[in-house]
């Protein structure tokens, strides 16, 4: 799928905001690409602003991480 520009910079800030929120102890090898898929899928299912990126992604920040550990 092809994105604009703009919503690809839109991605990218959600993925800097989601992975600033994430504890130091909780950074697990690999999260910040799992992040980033799990940001694409709500891009490539319509979601296209910042903040409905970063509640997409947030909402499944622990179940990531749970899986990474």
Do not use: C, H, W
Not at 10 to 24: G, I
Not at 40 to 54: E, I, R
């Amino acid at each position: 799928m092809k994105y604009s520009s703009e919503l690809v910079q839109t991605m990218r800030d959600a993925l800097e905001a989601v992975m600033a929120t994430v504890p130091a102890d909780q950074s697990v090898l690999g999260l910040k690409a799992a992040v980033a898929q799990s940001i694409l899928q709500a891009a490539a299912q319509g979601q296209t602003s910042f903040d409905g990126l970063v509640t997409s992604a947030s909402g499944q920040l622990q179940t990531i991480i749970s899986m990474l550990s």
